[in-house]
């Protein structure tokens, strides 16, 4: 199975502040990745596909980047809105892997 | 609109089963791979099975091979997952989700609990 190791696990951050989080992949997954926000109790939410298009009705303050093994999730301003834990996701194979997961919290 | 609603979940003991079930809406079900997701309490997403848009393909991760089984009825529009010898560490909360471009909508869950 095709391993995605996710970094950093966590992070602080400031209202304002720039945050990329980085996806590696164990092979390389074309651009089959996904970026996904979600918040306590909730489900999941899509945020990029393709590894770079925007999903509809989310912010252009998250964009994501990267082709093959390495993508990055970039939130250009962190909002207060924006606290929460971001997952990337591979579909390049059936056996779907997800990153471990960055817990974005307040600085 | 698009909708995935779970159900089936619950409190049951070591080695008893449960079948969840996600019933979808607002879209052409028959036309769409769907997913099982779970996560642990406290712990990240963890992908579960795949079965294709007419049930012909199915796939799981090697964690529930030969426990669970992933099923659909596109003539009621619903998925299915049958739970069979559960463990503790199968207790999570067990999401839907349909596949476009990785999984793009999502049910609100359907927590499992195994506990004797």
């Known amino acids: 199975d095709i391993q995605m190791t996710q970094s950093p696990s966590s992070l602080s951050a400031s209202v304002g502040d720039r945050v990329i989080i980085t996806c590696r992949a164990s092979?390389?997954?074309?651009?089959?990745l996904v970026w996904y926000q979600q918040k306590p109790g909730k489900a999941p939410k899509r945020l990029i596909y393709?590894?770079?298009s925007l999903q509809s009705g989310v912010p252009p303050r998250f964009s994501g980047s990267g082709s093959g093994t390495e993508f990055t999730l970039t939130i250009s301003s962190l909002q207060p809105e924006d606290f929460a834990t971001y997952y990337c996701?591979?579909?390049?194979?059936?056996?779907?892997?997800f990153g471990q997961g960055t817990k974005v919290e307040i600085k | 609109q698009v909708q995935l609603v779970e159900s089936g979940g619950g409190v049951v003991q070591p080695g008893r089963s449960l079948r969840l079930s996600c019933a979808a809406s607002?879209?052409?079900?028959?036309?769409?791979?769907m997913h099982w997701v779970r996560q642990a309490p406290g712990k990240g997403l963890e992908w579960v099975a795949v079965?294709?848009?007419?049930?012909?393909?199915?796939y799981y991760a090697d964690s529930v091979k030969g426990r669970f089984t992933i099923s659909r009825d596109n003539s009621k529009n619903t998925l299915y997952v049958q739970v069979n010898s559960l463990r503790p560490e199968d207790t999570a909360v067990y999401y839907c989700?349909?596949?476009?471009?990785?999984?793009?909508?999502w049910g609100q869950g359907t927590t499992v609990t195994v506990s004797s």
């Open positions: 092979q390389g997954i074309r651009n089959d």
């Open positions: 996701l591979q579909h390049n194979t059936y056996h779907r892997t």
């Open positions: 989700a349909k596949n476009d471009y990785g999984m793009d909508v």
């Open positions: 079965i294709s848009y007419d049930g012909s393909d199915k």
């Open positions: 393709a590894a770079s």
């Open positions: 607002g879209f052409t079900f028959s036309n769409y791979d």
